[in-house]
């Protein structure tokens, strides 16, 4: 399984992002999206179940929103009113019986 994402890239403070991640293949239960700062350890952002139920950290509960294709096996997250402390790797995963995760994709948000 591989997991492919794009969107990131560089905003400045109060701006939008929206990151996609699709899937090789289907029938993930969980998706979600983490984030890993310089020096800091990787971070949830939010997660999805098959059903549509999200969860968000509450760092960006309000400004973030996570969403999925089931039909496209593909998890998105649109960000916005981006502040600084936003600027991370973000890395899409996806859970069914065991984690896969994607790449990485760089989001630089300046004040």
């Known amino acids: 399984v591989q997991l492919q994402a794009s969107g990131g890239g560089l905003v400045q403070a109060g701006g939008s992002l929206r990151l996609s991640c699709a899937a090789s293949?289907?029938?993930?239960?969980?998706m979600g999206w983490y984030r890993q700062a310089p020096g800091k350890q990787r971070e949830l952002v939010a997660t999805?179940?098959?059903?549509?139920?999200?969860n968000y950290a509450d760092s960006v509960m309000g400004r973030f929103t996570i969403s999925r294709d089931n039909d496209k096996n593909t998890v998105y997250l649109q960000m916005d009113s981006l502040k600084p402390e936003d600027t991370a790797v973000y890395y899409c995963?996806?859970?069914?019986?065991?984690?896969?995760w994607g790449q990485g994709t760089q989001v630089t948000v300046s004040s």
């Open positions: 995963m996806m859970y069914n019986f065991r984690e896969y």
């Open positions: 293949r289907s029938s993930f239960n969980f």
């Open positions: 999805i179940t098959r059903g549509g139920h999200p």
